[in-house]
């Protein structure tokens, strides 16, 4: 509804997400990078947490401007990413590394998990929890699309023709980010197909869970800790899920969240 409302929800909901995947004594008294850290909110649960201190790190300039906005005597410091593919940090001056929500919008993810090796010190760790691409919803259009798997049946230009539809009917309620600063509303779709990128899926890296980890194999980091998270809702569908997350091949396909700690030798 607001930018201010979504912050403190976005900041609460990852404070919890954190704490149902890993134990808040991995960040006491460490150096933590927040990276994909958005507006800051899991940075700032960091800190509270018991980091000694936090960098956040993130593409968007003005996301960046919002979180440094936010900063008064927290031991955290925010910086705008120079590139797609690197760190703006010295090798192995980080603890913890902990990326939310992020894994499936690095578009160039080899580089990014070598970096992630580089700048960690020799037994740190990485923290992290995503969707990957075959979950049920990972167009990550739900809003527009709540139909599972549509990415799999739809290629991504209808799927940006449907959502520029959707966004486009009067009754829809465009929620914050298909609004402009004044709330009015924009179609960021209709805008892709008139620019031409209508069949470019330019934040989604179709990442799955067996080349995540085979990637970060090969870089060095261990897998210590992985959990697939069965879905929510009715009894049946939490079994359902509970049992096919548990199988190799389909496991991507029927879990609701992926969660890693990673750890460097040391």
Known sequence: SSRVAYHA?????????????????????????????????????????????????????????????????????FQCAKDTHSIDLPDASIDVIACFDVMEHIMEYRAIIREWYRVLKPGGHVLISWQPWFHPYGHHAYCYIPV?????????????????????????????????????????????????????????????????EQLCTDVGLRIEKREFSEFEGPAVVRRLSRALSTLPRVREFFTANVSYRLKKAG
């Open 9 to 77: 929800w976005r900041e609460s909901t990852l404070q919890a997400e954190f704490g149902r995947y890993f134990d808040p004594s991995l960040v006491a008294g460490k150096d933590v990078l927040d990276f994909g850290c958005g507006g800051g909110e899991l940075s700032f649960a960091l800190v509270r947490m018991g980091a000694r201190s936090c960098i956040g790190v993130d593409l968007g300039q003005a996301m960046i401007e919002q979180a440094r906005g936010q900063v008064r005597d927290e031991p955290i410091t």
């Open 148 to 212: 599972p798997w549509a990415h799999l049946l739809l290629n991504e230009k209808a799927i940006t023709e449907v959502c520029a539809r959707v966004v486009d009917l009067p009754q829809f309620d465009p929620p914050l980010w298909d609004r402009d600063s004044a709330g009015k509303r924009i179609n960021r779709f209709r805008v892709a197909i008139e620019a031409g990128r209508a069949s470019e899926n330019n934040y989604l890296n179709k990442l799955t869970t067996w080349r995540f």
